[in-house]
């Protein structure tokens, strides 16, 4: 006999347990399949199905410990979900051949915590949700370096996320919500390059958002809601796949990050109750097609409301946002939740200037201002001019194809990223230019510097094909040009 197959029967007594060495003379079974089929009692030893592959037992109400998997080479799934097992048979941990382990929604009593011996090299998912699982994850956890999907959400799990997790380069999906971890998200979440889901609500994490989330180039869904997340939201996040954002319920500070409009898939952007957020609503996001949730009620954001940003035939609607067809004036702190009409908001609490600008139509401007509150990374064509003594930060990289970009009367422009100048001209008067990474002078450009008051600043290197006039600066004058900005910073061409 290789597989038994006996699901979706509803056994009852006296039929529905196991006799006492059921499994003994079995030992070419390769598939036990018993899905929702009323079983109850326990299941003492598996260990003589040696070439048993699959096992599946899923909603029914056996009870006991697991049974022994001592000594199976061969198994792949191992699949208990939503049964009355109190206890995970030692054996399970060492099965060097499991791709699948599932233990969610048991009532584990008897030792409910994970090992810290696992040697599962092989393992692709684990499932632990509703489990009874308590104590911190242990390191071993970094062992497991085939395993692409945690699960371990509704437990009573504390202390840290271990480092060694972002030794698992396979991940792909980390829920690990309701629990009661602590401390900070580690740094070593970004060694993780599949990671598209990093779900960790309702925990009482702290710290601010780790730097190296810019580095999971696969991320899709965050989900930190309900814990005590500080800090800003990084800047980082525009240039990330970011379908979710949810930071709801945490101590986030700051604005929301202009560079947000350059995402070209987040839909839904959850910032709900973090009071310490404010500044105005960033009219770049008014870029991002895809964006069709806003949640910022008890912030402290205000500002205009784009029409344009949700009016796709009919105004989006939801207990928790207020959507307008029309632009609307909004307080979100004023605002408060289940209050919102299909109307204009009377009265509204704030004074407000809209901008200028629509960003979805503006595809070459010489407004920098508009530029960077639209955070538009290229600009092709015209004269972009920044004059008398203006400060202007672009939250994105910069790149400058076929454009004078003119930058002059005590002004200051800095660049949080790289900029690159193609076939343009670009001119610095007694001015301050920095850029955060590497500037780039392609050939067929020119930067010319007016005077010994004008700088440009390179946080990293500079590289130069083109042609860096200085010819309007006195030969005299001995003043630092061009200036690097970090030890490690380097100058070529």
């Known amino acids: 006999l290789v597989q038994i197959n006996m699901s979706d029967n509803p056994f009852a007594e006296p039929n529905n347990t196991f006799a006492e060495g059921a499994f003994l003379p079995l030992a070419q079974l390769e598939l036990f399949e018993a899905t929702d089929a009323g079983l109850e009692g326990s299941i003492e030893s598996l260990v003589s199905c040696t070439a048993l592959m699959d096992f599946y037992v899923s909603h029914n109400n056996l009870s006991g410990a697991s049974p022994s998997v001592d000594g199976l080479l061969h198994l792949r799934n191992f699949v208990l979900d939503d049964n009355s097992f109190s206890s995970i048979h030692s054996s399970v941990w060492t099965t060097r051949s499991l791709t699948t382990l599932n233990i969610d929604y048991n009532p584990i009593s008897d030792d409910p915590t994970l090992p810290s011996v696992l040697d599962l090299p092989n393992l692709e998912q684990l499932y632990g949700r509703s489990c009874g699982l308590q104590g911190e994850l242990p390191a071993a956890i970094g062992n497991l370096l085939s395993l692409k999907t945690l699960i ?6 504390t202390g840290l996320i271990p480092s060694e997790i972002g030794a698992i ?15 900070t998200i580690p740094e070593e979440i970004g060694n993780l390059p599949h990671l598209f889901t990093l779900s ?3 925990n009482q994490l702290s710290g601010s958002l780790p730097t190296s989330l810019a580095q999971c180039k696969s991320l899709q869904y965050l989900h930190l809601r309900e814990n005590d997340i500080s800090g800003s939201i990084l800047s980082t996040f525009g240039a990330l796949p970011l379908i979710r954002l949810d930071l709801t319920n945490n101590s986030v500070s700051g604005t929301i990050p202009v560079s947000l409009g350059q995402s070209q898939t987040l839909q839904q952007l959850k910032l709900n109750h973090n009071h310490l957020i404010g500044g105005t609503y960033p009219y770049s996001l008014t870029r991002v097609t895809s964006l069709e949730l806003v949640e910022l009620y008890g912030t402290s954001i205000e500002g205009c409301w784009p029409y344009t940003q949700f009016d796709k035939g009919n105004p989006v609607e939801s207990k928790d946002s207020c959507f307008l067809s029309e632009s609307m004036c909004y307080r979100a702190d004023v605002l408060e939740y289940g209050k919102c009409t299909n109307s204009i908001i009377p009265d509204c609490p704030v004074e407000i200037v809209c901008p200028k600008y629509d960003c979805p139509n503006l595809e070459t401007s010489s407004d920098p201002e508009a530029l960077a509150a639209c955070a538009y990374d290229t600009v092709s064509s015209g004269t972009v001019t920044i004059v008398a003594s203006t400060d202007i930060v672009f939250e994105t990289s910069l790149v ?6 003119v930058v002059v009367n005590r002004s200051s422009v800095r660049v949080d990223g790289n900029v690159i100048v193609t076939s343009g001209g670009f001119t610095i008067g007694s001015s301050i230019f920095e850029v955060t990474r590497n500037f780039t002078l392609k050939q067929d450009s ?12 390179v946080g990293e290197c500079a590289f130069i094909d083109g042609n860096l006039d200085l010819t309007t600066i006195p030969h005299d004058v001995n003043e630092r040009v061009l200036i690097l900005t970090s030890e490690v910073g380097c100058v070529e061409g």
Not at 152 to 157: A, G, K
């Open 152 to 157: 371990l959400t509704n437990n009573s799990r």
């Open 169 to 183: 380069t396979s991940l792909e999906e980390i829920y690990l919500d309701d629990n009661s971890l602590n401390g």
């Open 200 to 202: 960790l609500h309702r």
């Open 400 to 405: 400058l194809e076929g454009t004078e970009f």
């Open 446 to 457: 020119t930067i010319s510097l007016r005077d010994s008051n004008s700088t440009i600043m």
